[in-house]
């Protein structure tokens, strides 16, 4: 359990900034899935790992069932080295080039094309393997515009109106069309979003002859504050099962139900914790200053996304309105006027919904260090990944002699 004394002792024997993530956390999550859609003919769950990559917590995952979800070829060899197997691994991408599919083919991952020239492409060379379509369902939906990608001004996926289109590419090249696929965004909260996405699948894959699965990607919803609401999962799996057997029947065959989801397994499982340099005030604003910023955490600036932020070092303390700021050289605003008990410098803010798109969003702007990150799981701590050193900010420089 990931309480502040726990917390606090990891910040101290790990330093800050820390990535912190509770492993059992994250299996909790995958059991309550795999459980609501326990009535599905075969479920297969692809962790979305592009919202956390570290091969430990994919290892994690893999020990309890899951695959894997990849949207780059870098992310299917980093699944490969977690001890996926290449039938567990799905690759999903967008907008890549024919030769990183190629070499995807080589490495024997399932392969969705999400336009008509790479379905193209991949019949003239690769009729014998069965490919899956993504389809854009055309459904504006998601925590917010970055993170919609289900309607038709998004870049993602084939339009309906294009489907004679694939029928034509897929009859002339004599391809296996084995499944349809789509992602429609981000943090959905209302199950009708997911079921109308699904109604649209289950039309597509009518038309083809040999589909084995539907995949309806990910994007549930997860709590960011108390008492914020959830896509209610069993609701709406109870809901799916049941559309998706009666599609199955009239199909004439038990297909695989597929989900991709990042946050909702990993999202809650994590904590930032940053120490603070400088507390400054104006005479409006108390400015909190850690030793992190948007090079660390950037949801809060680029989403405009809501992280919980406590203070670990004095949890009783008066409560007080903060700017939480970080120190690089641009307006790095995690929080404004937030409700937090008193900082002093040398504090540790504990961020929530660490978990997801946080580290694996990290970079080095202003030549700073990526954080550590520690894994907790069944009572014991693992540091997974060590702090940067300057060696890895020149590692790749090649200095010239002017
Ligand atoms: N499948 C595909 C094809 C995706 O592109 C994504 C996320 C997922 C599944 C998982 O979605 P999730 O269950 O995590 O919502 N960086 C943003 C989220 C971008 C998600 C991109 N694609 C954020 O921090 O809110």
Redesign the pocket.
Known sequence: MLNNEKLSALAQEYGCPLYVYDANKIVAQYQRLENAFRNAPALRINY?M??LSNINILKVLKSVGSCV?C?SIQEVQTALTAGFTPNNISY?PSGVSFKEVKKAVDLGVKITVDNLSLLAQFGDHYSNIPVSIRINPNIKAG?NQK?S?GHSGSKFGILTDKLDEVIKISTSKNLIINGVHM?TG??ILDPEVFLKGAEVLFEVAKKFKNIDFIDF????KVAYKEGDPTTDIEYFADQLTQRFNQFCQSYGKELTMIF?????LVSESGKFLARVNVVKSTSSITFAGIDAGLNHLI?PMY?N?YHHIENISNPNGAIQNYEVVGYICENDTFAKDRPISEISEGDILSFSNAG??CFS?ASNYNSRFKPAEVMIYDGNDYLIRQRETIEDILKNQIEINL
Do not use: L, W
């Open positions: 979305a592009k919202a979800d949207v999903t925590g993170i990608v992602h981000s943090d990607g990910g994007g549930f991709e989801p990042g946050k909702f949801r989403y996304a997801a798109y969003m």
